[in-house]
T-cell receptor, first 114, second 112 residues
Framework: AQSVTQPDIHITVSEGASLELRCNYS??????LFWYVQSPGQGLQLLLK??????LVQGIKGFEAEFKRSQSSFNLRKPSVHWSDAAEYFC????????????FGTGTRLTIIP | NADVMQNPRHLVRRRGQEARLRCSPM?????VYWYRQLPEEGLKFMVY????????ESGMPKERFSAEFPKEGPSILRIQQVVRGDSAAYFC??????????FGEGSRLTVL
C-alpha cells in the first residue's frame, strides 16, 4: 500500500532563513510526487511535481524539491523564506498513469518568525 | 484554485440532517475527485467520478455518503443523517484525463 510520511508536524523558522521540509514515501511503482501548500481557510495550491527526468525540480514561489529514489524521499526546500510562506505543506504521491487518486501526508505547519 | 468552484464554503448542520456539497470543475475538466480533511490530518481520498459514472469510491464510507456527477450540472457529495464525526473540510478537485489535479477552496462542514 502506498503511504506518505511527513515527520515534522510543525516547523518554525526565521524570516530569511533556509527551509527544508521532509517527505518520505512508500510506493510500489514509479511514483508521481507532489508538494501542495494550503493557507488557512483556503484550498490546496500545487507548488511542484515530479515524475521523471531531472531529480531536482523547480516550483512556484521559489521552492524546489529533490527526488532521491534510494532514500524514498522528496524533500522541499527554499533558500530564504518570506513571512507569506507561513502555511501548511502537504506532500502527496500518486500513480503515474490512471486515476489521480493521491495519497497525502499529514502535513507540516510552517511558522515564520520575524 | 478558484476555478474549481465549491459551495457552500461553510455549512452548519445538526445531527441527523442532510448535507449537500456542490462542486463545479474547471472548464474542460471531466474528472472530479472528492477528498476529506479531518482536523489536524491530511486529505483522504473519497471518490473519483467522471460524467454520470463513479470510477472509484474506495474511500467513501459505506453508509450515509453518496456522490454523483450528472451529465449537466455540478458534482454533488451528499451526506445523510450527519454525525459529529462528519465535521471536516471537504475538497473537490478536477482534472483533464491523466493530468494534474486542481483543487477548490473546500466546503467546511460543522455538525452541531
Amino acid at each position: 500500500a502506498q503511504s506518505v510520511t511527513q515527520p515534522d508536524i510543525h516547523i518554525t523558522v526565521s524570516e530569511g532563513a533556509s527551509l527544508e521540509l521532509r517527505c518520505n514515501y512508500s510506493y510500489g511503482a514509479t511514483p508521481y510526487l507532489f508538494w501542495y501548500v494550503q493557507s488557512p481557510g483556503q484550498g490546496l495550491q500545487l507548488l511542484l511535481k515530479y515524475f521523471s527526468g531531472d531529480t531536482l525540480v523547480q516550483g512556484i514561489k521559489g521552492f524546489e524539491a529533490e527526488f532521491k529514489r534510494s532514500q524514498s524521499s522528496f524533500n522541499l526546500r527554499k533558500p530564504s523564506v518570506h513571512w507569506s510562506d507561513a502555511a501548511e505543506y502537504f506532500c502527496a504521491v500518486g500513480p503515474f498513469f490512471g486515476n489521480e487518486k493521491l495519497t497525502f501526508g499529514t502535513g507540516t505547519r510552517l511558522t515564520i518568525i520575524p | 484554485n478558484a476555478d474549481v468552484m465549491q459551495n457552500p464554503r461553510h455549512l452548519v448542520r445538526r445531527r441527523g440532517q442532510e448535507a449537500r456539497l456542490r462542486c463545479s470543475p474547471m472548464k474542460g475538466h471531466s474528472h472530479v475527485y472528492w477528498y476529506r480533511q479531518l482536523p489536524e490530518e491530511g486529505l483522504k481520498f473519497m471518490v473519483y467520478l467522471q460524467k454520470e459514472n463513479i470510477i472509484d469510491e474506495s474511500g467513501m464510507p459505506k453508509e450515509r455518503f453518496s456522490a454523483e456527477f450528472p451529465k449537466e450540472g455540478p458534482s454533488i457529495l451528499r451526506i445523510q443523517q450527519v454525525v459529529r464525526g462528519d465535521s471536516a473540510a471537504y475538497f473537490c478537485a478536477s482534472s483533464r484525463e491523466g493530468l494534474e489535479l486542481f483543487f477548490g477552496e473546500g466546503s467546511r462542514l460543522t455538525v452541531l
